[in-house]
């Protein structure tokens, strides 16, 4: 069973801190991604990465960085937390060879941040 | 840009036949998405269309039209576990793992 596991379900930070938000797949996926979930503005794209230390920005980048050592462990950093922050952040994962999990996105729970 | 468009929140009854439309403009297509999320749940995949026509999975269909940017997911014989949120996602030409979702659909089923 594919899974993806986020660190926290609920994390509360104040403005200014520095947040580490860690993803982990266990599918051995080349591909991963970080979204962030907003009522009314869906799923939107911070950064994915293609493979270990590679990464490349989604739509959303600003205010935040993301790092891959390893090839299951997908990491998001928030330099500085700001309240427009607050938000579900949802962690991805998908194949990149053919077959059944090219096509498919796995994604974790979800970590709910709140900045205060 | 991209635009993704879909019903905010639709109502069905139990054992009924419901249709979530999606609408899109982007600037290319690879694929269109289905995703399925239960309230503080991960959105879990529920089909894929590349091709123009229906793709049956159970209970579940997905069309595709990319002539007119538009897809339906139709779900039949409704039960109450499919009350959920229905998220349509486009997936872009030159990158694979550039997916643009809409807002989501909320799904209500009734007794």
């Known amino acids: 069973d594919v899974k993806v596991t986020q660190s926290s379900r609920y994390l509360v930070k104040r403005t200014g801190e520095k947040v580490f938000l860690e993803c982990v797949q266990d599918m051995d996926h080349e591909n991963m991604f970080w979204y962030r979930q907003d009522p009314g503005l869906g799923l939107r794209l911070i950064y994915f990465?293609?493979?270990?230390?590679?990464?490349e920005k989604g739509d959303i980048p600003e205010g935040y960085s993301v790092s891959r050592e390893k090839k299951e462990r997908f990491s998001l950093i928030l330099e500085s937390a700001s309240t427009n922050q607050t938000s579900m952040y949802l962690c991805?994962?998908?194949?990149?060879?053919?077959?059944?999990?090219?096509?498919?996105?796995?994604f974790g729970p979800g970590t709910r941040l709140t900045v205060l | 840009g991209q635009n993704i468009d879909q019903p905010t929140e639709m109502t069905a009854t139990e054992g009924a036949i419901v249709q979530i439309n999606c609408t899109y403009q982007?600037?290319?297509?690879?694929?269109l998405f289905w995703y399925q999320q239960h309230a503080g749940e991960a959105p879990t995949f529920l089909s894929y269309n590349v091709l123009d026509g229906l793709e049956e999975k159970g209970r579940f269909s997905s069309f595709l039209s990319r002539s007119k940017g538009y897809s339906y997911l139709l779900l039949k014989e409704l039960q109450m576990k499919d009350s959920a949120s229905y998220l349509c996602a486009v997936r872009g030409t030159y990158n694979f793992n550039k997916f643009y979702f809409g807002s989501g659909t909320k799904l209500n089923v009734k007794p």
């Open positions: 982007t600037s290319g297509f690879n694929g």
């Open positions: 990465s293609y493979d270990v230390k590679m990464k």
């Open positions: 991805a994962s998908r194949g990149g060879k053919a077959g059944k999990a090219y096509n498919e996105q796995f």
